[in-house]
């Protein structure tokens, strides 16, 4: 069994909860002093940093959430000068609005530490050759694994995502060992991989390191059948800072937390109270050695349990479940955050009158499709040509297109089919079977 | 010559033409004329009624998504060249038709043509200046 940080990864619990509440009550000592919400939510609910002496004192803390980053765009949560900041990242919002996250140059190191650690967790070492098949960008995905293995000393081939039949030529030629990609997309690269007639024998890979969406463990057992490799799960989200928050190690039994950097709780989402092991809630974490954006028990929707057990790799990092869900109406498709509420706005950017809509979300040939059932207004149709309404139609996959990053397909419906619940309104049918 | 025409959206699926003529016909009103464009996902039923009024009440009543249009209602010769010559016609005075679907009533030795023109008015007006007469199909 190999570790990247063997000290940190295998600590005893005493001495993790000395680091964390070393750390902890550091960060919160500084964002009192940067962060002007913070102190604002600190003062509100009479918590001063001198309070703050240990880990078992973060409940005091206020929540952090997703609307807090939003009103606060771009910066406003930020810790450090700007001028300390070397790396931006941003991902999609609820109202079409993106979020934005930052990094000061031991923010880049300490994630790249994460990722390496996660990559050593599975097998991976500087003679592996690492194909990085998430997408490159704003989305922290592809960055995130690069640096990561870079740091390791593998080989890194930054292939980014789409032109398939590309990947897999580059993971054939080049001897590629590792992949590391959307586990959906790894799904349609064995469906093309099978048409390209390329045998498997011609592969060297032998792991896959797979996030960014929900899967489950029956994907796990197709991507491992399809590519003849070990898949394993590796878990993050930008707020946080990226890939690497938690990962899978050989043992495949619940995702690791690299708790030395982000401390995970789970709520009740309703009444808001920490929950024990083993009990399934809402997965909260806080930054405890972030510079620029250390967010503070913020509440990632995402729905899994943690357990202190032992694991038998010999890591005592407290463990994740595979997140089984979200406590509110996020949909993952093709990799890509969506909330209905940013779907409704760009329908009501075309209207007089906000419309009924339903998203109807599928996977076909492994890949996530999502159609928008809109139901036809009096004021859409006010001119009843064919092409007029099919101009419509092309406005709204395209706005979709631009604000989301996810094609969609645009069904016209007549008015009054779309199921109507009482309360609130039934707004998503998600086909695709995560079993 | 300008009438009223009935513009339904309709969803492509089995039985739905069925259903929203039986409505029409539920409330004793006659069919004149009709067309449907269709595309792979829905289509347009237009027509033309003996009472445009109470159809497109029905209709938006059951919850349809209606329109109503001013379209011109054009009587030609029920011969050869009959819609050709009215068409060349309204070319050479620069109107563009948009879409035209054609009728044929039982006891005249005329047809008519249904024309959806932008400028209808102006185009109304140029046309009775020369000699072309309406057809006035709710009033058989």
């Given at each position: 069994?190999?570790?990247?940080?063997?000290?940190?990864?295998?600590?005893p619990?005493?001495?993790?909860?000395?680091?964390q509440?070393?750390?902890?009550?550091?960060?919160?000592r500084?964002?009192?002093e940067n962060?002007?919400?913070y102190?604002?939510?600190?003062?509100?609910?009479?918590v001063?940093?001198?309070h703050?002496?240990?880990?078992?004192?973060?409940?005091?803390l206020?929540?952090?959430?997703?609307?807090?980053?939003?009103?606060?765009?771009?910066?406003?949560?930020?810790?450090?000068p700007?001028?300390?900041v070397?790396?931006?990242?941003?991902?999609?919002g609820?109202?079409?609005?993106?979020?934005?996250?930052?990094?000061?140059e031991?923010?880049?190191?300490?994630?790249?530490?994460?990722?390496?650690?996660?990559?050593?967790?599975?097998?991976a070492?500087?003679?592996?050759?690492?194909?990085?098949?998430?997408g490159?960008?704003?989305?922290?995905?592809?960055?995130?694994?690069?640096?990561?293995?870079?740091?390791?000393?593998?080989?890194v081939i930054?292939?980014?995502?789409?032109?398939?039949?590309?990947?897999?030529?580059?993971?054939r030629?080049f001897?590629?060992?590792?992949?590391?990609?959307?586990?959906?997309?790894?799904?349609?690269?064995?469906?093309c991989?099978?048409?390209s007639?390329?045998p498997?024998?011609?592969?060297?890979?032998?792991?896959?390191?797979f996030?960014?969406?929900p899967?489950?463990?029956?994907?796990?057992?197709?991507i491992?059948?399809?590519?003849?490799i070990?898949?394993?799960d590796?878990?993050?989200?930008?707020?946080?800072?990226g890939?690497g928050?938690?990962?899978?190690c050989?043992?495949?039994?619940?995702?690791h937390?690299?708790?030395?950097?982000?401390?995970?709780?789970?709520?009740?989402?309703?009444?808001?109270?920490?929950?024990?092991d083993g009990?399934?809630?809402e997965?909260?974490f806080?930054c405890?050695?972030?510079?620029?954006?250390?967010?503070?028990?913020?509440?990632t929707r995402?729905?899994?349990?943690?357990?202190?057990?032992?694991?038998?790799?010999?890591?005592?990092?407290?463990?994740?479940?595979k997140?089984q869900?979200?406590s509110?109406?996020?949909?993952?498709?093709?990799?890509?955050?969506?909330f209905?509420s940013?779907?409704?706005?760009?329908?009501l950017?075309i209207?007089e009158t906000?419309?009924?809509?339903?998203?109807i979300?599928?996977?076909?040939?492994?890949t996530?499709?999502?159609?928008?059932?809109?139901?036809?207004?009096?004021?859409m149709?006010?001119s009843d040509?064919v092409?007029?309404?099919?101009e419509?139609e092309?406005?709204?996959?395209?706005?979709?297109?631009?604000?989301?990053?996810?094609?969609?397909?645009?069904?016209?419906?007549?008015?009054?089919?779309?199921a109507?619940t009482?309360?609130?309104?039934?707004?998503?049918?998600d086909?695709?079977?995560?079993? | 010559?300008?009438?009223?025409?009935?513009?339904?959206?309709?969803?492509?699926?089995?039985?739905?033409?069925?259903?929203?003529?039986?409505m029409?016909a539920?409330?004793g009103?006659?069919?004149?004329a009709?067309s449907?464009?269709?595309?792979?996902?829905?289509?347009?039923m237009?027509?033309i009624?003996?009472?445009?009024?109470?159809t497109?009440a029905?209709l938006r009543?059951?919850?349809?998504?209606?329109a109503?249009?001013?379209?011109?209602?054009?009587?030609?010769?029920?011969?050869?060249?009959?819609?050709?010559?009215?068409?060349?016609?309204?070319?050479d005075?620069?109107?563009?038709?948009?879409?035209?679907?054609?009728?044929?009533?039982?006891?005249?030795n005329?047809?008519?043509?249904?024309?959806?023109i932008?400028?209808?008015?102006?185009a109304?007006?140029?046309?009775k200046a020369?000699?072309?007469?309406?057809a006035?199909?709710?009033?058989?």
């Amino acid at each position: 069994m190999q570790y990247y940080n063997k000290m940190l990864e295998t600590a005893p619990r005493h001495e993790m909860k000395a680091l964390q509440s070393y750390n902890l009550s550091r960060t919160v000592r500084r964002i009192y002093e940067n962060v002007p919400l913070y102190r604002r939510r600190m003062d509100e609910a009479g918590v001063k940093p001198e309070h703050i002496k240990s880990i078992d004192d973060l409940h005091l803390l206020p929540f952090t959430v997703k609307q807090d980053l939003r009103d606060t765009y771009p910066y406003g949560l930020f810790a450090v000068p700007m001028d300390q900041v070397v790396r931006l990242h941003a991902s999609s919002g609820t109202t079409g609005k993106q979020i934005v996250v930052g990094y000061t140059e031991n923010d880049i190191k300490m994630w790249a530490q994460c990722v390496a650690r996660s990559l050593c967790a599975i097998g991976a070492t500087k003679k592996d050759f690492i194909q990085i098949s998430y997408g490159y960008g704003l989305f922290t995905g592809g960055l995130g694994l690069h640096y990561g293995a870079e740091l390791l000393g593998a080989a890194v081939i930054p292939t980014s995502t789409g032109n398939t039949a590309r990947q897999i030529q580059i993971l054939r030629d080049f001897g590629s060992t590792i992949i590391c990609s959307t586990p959906s997309y790894a799904l349609y690269i064995i469906d093309c991989l099978k048409e390209s007639g390329i045998p498997l024998s011609e592969l060297k890979l032998r792991a896959g390191f797979f996030g960014a969406e929900p899967w489950t463990d029956n994907m796990r057992k197709q991507i491992e059948a399809g590519l003849n490799i070990k898949a394993y799960d590796i878990y993050g989200l930008s707020e946080i800072t990226g890939p690497g928050v938690s990962f899978d190690c050989e043992c495949q039994n619940g995702l690791h937390v690299n708790e030395d950097h982000f401390v995970p709780e789970i709520i009740n989402p309703d009444t808001l109270e920490v929950l024990p092991d083993g009990e399934k809630g809402e997965l909260v974490f806080t930054c405890i050695t972030k510079e620029a954006f250390p967010l503070i028990r913020y509440r990632t929707r995402d729905i899994a349990s943690i357990t202190h057990e032992p694991c038998s790799c010999g890591r005592t990092l407290v463990r994740m479940s595979k997140p089984q869900g979200r406590s509110d109406d996020m949909l993952i498709i093709r990799g890509v955050n969506v909330f209905p509420s940013q779907i409704e706005s760009v329908l009501l950017g075309i209207g007089e009158t906000s419309p009924h809509y339903m998203l109807i979300v599928d996977r076909v040939n492994n890949t996530d499709t999502l159609e928008i059932q809109v139901e036809l207004s009096r004021e859409m149709f006010s001119s009843d040509s064919v092409k007029h309404l099919q101009e419509l139609e092309a406005s709204i996959r395209s706005k979709i297109d631009s604000t989301l990053g996810i094609s969609a397909k645009v069904t016209f419906v007549e008015p009054k089919t779309l199921a109507r619940t009482e309360g609130k309104a039934k707004r998503v049918i998600d086909k695709r079977v995560l079993i | 010559m300008i009438i009223k025409q009935i513009s339904v959206f309709v969803e492509n699926r089995p039985g739905r033409l069925a259903e929203i003529t039986a409505m029409i016909a539920g409330c004793g009103v006659n069919i004149r004329a009709l067309s449907i464009a269709d595309t792979s996902h829905f289509g347009i039923m237009r027509c033309i009624v003996d009472k445009p009024e109470v159809t497109e009440a029905v209709l938006r009543n059951a919850g349809l998504t209606v329109a109503i249009t001013d379209v011109i209602g054009l009587r030609i010769p029920d011969c050869p060249g009959g819609l050709a010559e009215a068409l060349k016609f309204l070319a050479d005075k620069g109107f563009t038709v948009e879409y035209a679907y054609a009728f044929i009533e039982k006891t005249e030795n005329d047809a008519y043509v249904v024309l959806r023109i932008d400028d209808a008015e102006r185009a109304v007006k140029v046309l009775k200046a020369n000699g072309y007469k309406g057809a006035e199909p709710s009033k058989q």
